[in-house]
């Protein structure tokens, strides 16, 4: 069983920065790949960008060359630093975890945390 708990959000303002994390506590030594997946409201969750384990990294469109995912595996926690930050940015922000490389299935998620992007 793997438990994520996020943290780091918050509200800022156009431009601005902000940097997720999200610590994995169980049995996380065979986790194939994290992500980070949001949903605005009235929208269906997206992908937002996803680490395998050999640490290569995607990223979808819409955040490339602004967003940041990295993890620290002595840590066990998982990073999204995101910078130039817009409006619609504005989610709930999820950090999910799959145990084949991927992300092509999650396993696990955590809680959720807010982001809000004013203009």
């Known amino acids: 069983q793997v438990q994520l708990v996020e943290s780091g959000g918050g509200s800022v303002q156009a431009g601005g920065s902000l940097r997720l994390s999200c610590a994995a506590f169980g049995y996380t030594d065979h986790l194939g790949c994290m992500a980070w997946l949001r949903q605005a409201p009235g929208k269906q969750r997206e992908g937002v960008a996803t680490?395998?384990?050999?640490?290569?990294?995607t990223y979808a469109d819409s955040v490339k060359g602004r967003f940041t995912i990295s993890q620290d595996n002595a840590k066990n926690t998982l990073y999204l630093q995101m910078n130039s930050l817009k409006p619609e940015d504005t989610a709930m922000y999820y950090c999910?975890?799959?145990?084949?490389?991927?992300?092509?299935?999650?396993?696990?998620w955590g809680q959720g945390t807010q982001v809000t992007i004013s203009s």
């Open positions: 999910a975890a799959a145990w084949s490389p991927g992300c092509l299935r999650y396993n696990y």
């Open positions: 680490i395998d384990r050999d640490g290569s990294v």
